[in-house]
C-alpha cells in the first residue's frame, strides 16, 4: 500500500508540472519524450519542470513503449580508457550528439583495466571481465585476468557490481542473446593492452542469466583461444553462437620474442539442447592474410542471415558464410592519420569506419607559448545494400585521449 500511494503521488506530482506552456501535460510530455536521450542532460538545465521530468526513472521504458525498437535512438557508447577512472561516453551519429555517463565503481587496489567486453540488454550497459593490474598481487607489474561484471542502468544513472564469472578472463567472444536476457563468453586470457604478447589462454564457456543473476559453465572450445570474436546467427531454436580468430599457441623467435600463433578458423555452438561445438575450417588461404581484423555484425531482418563485415588495413570484407571465406567488398575511401588507428562498428543497418585527427591552433599571447590542440573525430559510414559512402566529423567532449587501437564500443537503443 505504501508503494502504490507513493507512485500514485509521484505521478500526481508530474502531471502538476507545466513542461510547454499552454499544453496540457500529457501533450507536453508526449513531445518531450520524442526527444533523442543524448539531449535529455542538456535539457535538465532549461527550467525546474525540465529537470524534474527528464530524470523521471520511467522515462526511457515511456520511450520503448511508444516507439517500436527499430526507430529507438541507436547509440553508440564508447569507453576510452578504464571506465573507473575516464567517464564513458554515449554517441548519436544522427544528430552528432554526445552524452557523457557516470565512471564506473573505482576499486582501490586494482588499475589499468583494459580488453574488457562491453554489451548492451534494454537500456543496460555491461561490462564484463578485462585484464588489470592489482596491487595485491606478485609481481606487481603484471596483469591479472578479471571476473568482475558491472551493470549500468542507464535511466538512473547508476552502476551495480553483479555475480562475477566462473573464470576470470579478458579478449574474450561474447555476445547477449536477443530476448532472452542472457550472455555469452568464450575464451579468453590475461593479455593487457600495454603488452603486445604474453598472457594467459584458456578455453572455457559460459552463460549468464540476468534476471537469476548467476553463471552457468557451457561445453568448453575444442581448444584455447583468446583475442577472439563472438556473435550470434539464426533466430529461435536455431540460433548459433560463431566464435572466429583469435590466438592460441606461441612460439618465440631467436628463442626470446614471443610470437602468437593466429588462427584462421571458427568454431560454432549451437545454442538448443546444449550443443557441441562444431569446426568450420579456415576463413582464408595462406598468405592472404595473418589475422582476423575488426569484425561487426549488421543484424539481418527476422529470418535473415546477419551481414558479418571485417575491418582488414583499409578494406572491408564481406563474410560468406555458406562457402566460408571472406569477399572484399569495399574500401575507406579515407585513411587514417598518421600514427592513428580505424575504429569499426556497425549502426543502423550501416558500418562506421571512424578516425581521430587534432586540430592545433597557435595561441597568440606572448605570456603563453603553446599551442591548443582540439580533438575531432572523423566518420566515414558505408551503406552494404547500397554501396554508398558519406562522411561526417564530430567534436568529442572527452577530457582524455581516444585510441580506437584500445578504445571499447558497443550499441544500445534507447
Not at 588489470?132 to 542507464?154: C, E, K, N
Not at 556497425?346 to 571512424?354: F, K, P, Q, S, W
Request: aromatic letters at 10%; glycine letters at 8%; charged letters at 20%.
Amino acid at each position: 500500500m505504501c508503494s502504490s500511494s507513493s507512485s500514485s503521488s509521484s505521478s500526481s506530482q508530474d502531471e502538476t508540472l507545466t513542461l510547454i506552456p499552454g499544453l496540457p501535460f500529457d501533450i507536453s510530455s508526449l513531445i518531450l519524450t520524442f526527444i533523442p536521450y543524448c539531449h535529455h542532460p542538456r535539457l535538465r538545465a532549461i527550467c525546474k519542470s525540465w529537470r524534474s521530468f527528464f530524470s523521471l526513472k520511467n522515462l526511457l521504458s515511456r520511450r520503448r513503449v511508444l516507439l517500436p525498437n527499430s526507430t529507438l535512438s541507436h547509440l553508440l557508447c564508447i569507453f576510452p580508457q578504464d571506465p573507473s577512472l575516464s567517464r564513458p561516453y554515449l554517441f548519436d551519429p544522427r544528430h552528432l550528439a554526445w552524452c557523457p555517463l557516470p565512471p564506473m565503481p573505482c576499486n582501490p587496489h586494482v588499475y589499468g583495466l583494459s580488453n574488457f567486453i562491453s554489451v548492451s540488454i534494454g537500456p543496460h550497459l555491461y561490462v564484463i571481465g578485462g585484464s588489470l593490474f592489482d596491487t595485491r598481487s606478485f609481481p606487481i607489474d603484471r596483469p591479472s585476468p578479471s571476473s568482475a561484471i558491472f551493470r549500468l542502468d542507464v535511466s538512473t544513472s547508476s552502476w551495480d557490481r553483479l555475480s562475477p564469472m566462473l573464470s576470470p578472463r579478458g579478449s574474450f567472444a561474447c555476445a547477449a542473446i536477443p530476448n532472452s536476457g542472457q550472455i555469452l563468453v568464450a575464451g579468453g586470457g590475461s593479455r593487457h593492452a600495454m603488452f603486445g604478447a604474453a598472457g594467459s589462454r584458456m578455453s572455457s564457456v559460459e552463460r549468464y542469466d540476468v534476471e537469476k543473476n548467476e553463471w552457468v559453465a557451457l561445453d568448453g572450445l575444442p581448444r584455447f583461444r583468446a583475442g577472439c570474436v563472438g556473435f550470434l546467427v539464426g533466430s529461435a531454436e536455431e540460433r548459433e553462437f560463431w566464435v572466429m580468430g583469435g590466438y592460441g599457441q606461441s612460439r618465440t623467435i631467436s628463442g626470446v620474442f614471443p610470437v602468437d600463433e593466429y588462427y584462421k578458423d571458427g568454431v560454432v555452438l549451437e545454442l538448443k539442447n546444449g550443443g557441441k561445438w562444431r569446426e568450420i575450417g579456415d576463413m582464408w588461404e595462406e598468405g592472404e592474410r595473418g589475422r582476423l581484423g575488426n569484425v561487426v555484425v549488421v543484424e539481418g531482418e527476422e529470418g535473415q542471415v546477419p551481414g558479418v563485415f571485417m575491418l582488414d588495413g583499409t578494406d572491408i570484407f564481406r563474410y560468406d558464410i555458406s562457402l566460408n571465406r571472406w569477399r572484399k567488398e569495399s574500401s575507406v575511401p579515407r585513411k587514417a592519420a598518421l600514427g592513428s588507428s580505424f575504429g569499426f562498428v556497425a549502426l543502423d543497418g550501416e558500418l562506421h569506419v571512424m578516425s581521430t585527427s587534432v586540430d592545433s591552433v597557435e595561441i597568440r599571447n606572448p605570456r603563453l607559448q603553446k599551442r591548443a590542440s582540439t580533438l575531432y573525430v572523423q566518420i566515414q559510414i558505408y551503406h552494404p545494400k547500397r554501396r554508398t559512402w558519406r562522411f561526417m566529423t564530430t567534436r568529442p567532449p572527452l577530457q582524455c585521449s581516444l585510441n580506437f587501437k584500445t578504445a571499447v564500443m558497443c550499441t544500445v537503443r534507447l
